[in-house]
Nanobody, 124 residues
Framework: QVQLVESGGGLVQAGDSLRLSCAAS????????MGWFRQAPGKERDFVAS????????YYTNSVKGRFTISRDNAENTVYLQMNSLKPEDTAVYYC?????????????????WGQGTQVTVSS
């Protein structure tokens, strides 16, 4: 088992930056690949970014490439999502998730553990 708690969301203007954090507790953090997903109102939960156990590999959805960066600190049991040049279409609840699958997966079904989410709202 692992418990995940996101933080860092908020209301910002287009072009601003935010850094989301996800603190993990329970099972050894470095045994999980980690991912960020987001869900806008009335839409499905979509993949944003993921990172392998050792941080050697990362993977992004096309719409955030060059703007978002996923990273992790295994000593601090935390995964981050640095979001720059935010756009109104980035508005969503952002969730972090942990996967026993070793690689940075974009498949929601590969993730067994989820946080409660943090709201990001980007105004135009």
């Amino acid at each position: 088992q692992v418990q995940l708690v996101e933080s860092g969301g908020g209301l910002v203007q287009a072009g601003d930056s935010l850094r989301l954090s996800c603190a993990a507790s329970g099972r050894t953090f470095r045994s999980f690949a980690m991912g960020w997903f987001r869900q806008a109102p009335g839409k499905e939960r979509d993949f944003v970014a993921s990172i392998s156990r050792s941080a050697s590999s990362t993977y992004y959805t096309n719409s955030v490439k060059g703007r978002f960066t996923i990273s992790r600190d295994n000593a601090e049991n935390t995964v981050y999502l640095q979001m720059n040049s935010l756009k109104p279409e980035d508005t969503a609840v952002y969730y972090c998730a942990a996967s026993d699958y070793g690689g940075p997966s974009s498949n929601l079904l590969d993730y067994s553990y989820w946080g409660q989410g943090t709201q990001v709202t980007v105004s135009s």
